[in-house]
Antibody, heavy 119, light 107 residues
Framework: QAQLVQSGAEVKKPGASVKVSCRVS????????ISWVRQAPGQGLEWMGW????????GFAEKFQGRLTMTQNTSTRTVYMDLSSLQSDDTAVYFC????????????WGQGTLVTVSS | SYVLTQPPSVSVAPGQTAKITCGGD??????VHWYQQKPGQAPVVVVY???DRPSGIPERFSGSNSGNTATLTIARVEAGDEADYYC??????????FGGGTKVTVL
């Protein structure tokens, strides 16, 4: 059974960057993607982008182009989400979620990481 | 970009049926996935590919997709079904899209 374990809460100042990690365990295949989904306080889910574990290729939602980076460390099976130029409206819980290449629903989610942007 | 429209809220009495709609342009051509999210928790998929249920999800949860509307139906609603529900698809450019979410209240 796959598990996704995320890094802890962060507090950042406006203009700074944040890097959140997502470690995958209990799943040996590489035929899957990791997406990042965020949820602002009291708001809905917002998809940010994906990383293909097998190739390292990425795809991002248009609104995050230029300030979102996704990388991975294959030896530790950890995926990283780096969001730059943070503003107060980036305050949210950030989730990583796993989806298959053909079974493209999010079948496993991380526990979420609260990122607070405040001066 | 592709837009999914859900009603903000649905109220239902215990034992009755709740229907949550998800509207999108020609949505029947896309695979729709539904997630349940309870306060303070990560979402959980309850229906995938329009009509399929993951193991462990009660048969009371079912889905359909036709024309411009996908629907999640919860039969014999229980107090534990009270949650936010989100539909999700992948658009033609490979971006993930979520509906705005529907809060289900059990009266």
């Amino acid at each position: 059974q796959a598990q996704l374990v995320q890094s802890g809460a962060e507090v950042k100042k406006p203009g700074a960057s944040v890097k959140v990690s997502c470690r995958v365990s209990g799943y040996t295949s590489t035929t899957y993607d990791i997406s990042w989904v965020r949820q602002a306080p009291g708001q809905g889910l917002e998809w940010m982008g994906w990383l293909n574990i097998n190739t390292g290729n990425t795809g991002f939602a248009e609104k995050f182009q230029g300030r979102l980076t996704m990388t991975q460390n294959t030896s530790t099976r950890t995926v990283y989400m780096d969001l730059s130029s943070l503003q107060s409206d980036d305050t949210a819980v950030y989730f990583c979620a796993k989806s298959g290449w053909t079974d493209n629903w999010f079948d496993t989610w991380g526990q979420g990481t609260l990122v607070t942007v405040s001066s | 970009s592709y837009v999914l429209t859900q009603p903000p809220s649905v109220s239902v009495a215990p034992g009755q049926t709740a229907k949550i709609t998800c509207g999108g342009d020609n949505i029947e051509t896309k695979g729709v996935h539904w997630y349940q999210q309870k306060p303070g928790q990560a979402p959980v998929v309850v229906v995938y590919d329009d009509v399929d249920r993951p193991s462990g999800i009660p048969e009371r949860f079912s889905g359909s997709n036709s024309g411009n509307t996908a629907t999640l139906t919860i039969a014999r609603v229980e107090a534990g079904d009270e949650a936010d529900y989100y539909c999700q698809v992948w658009d033609s450019s490979g971006e993930g899209v979520f509906g705005g979410g529907t809060k289900v209240t059990v009266l």
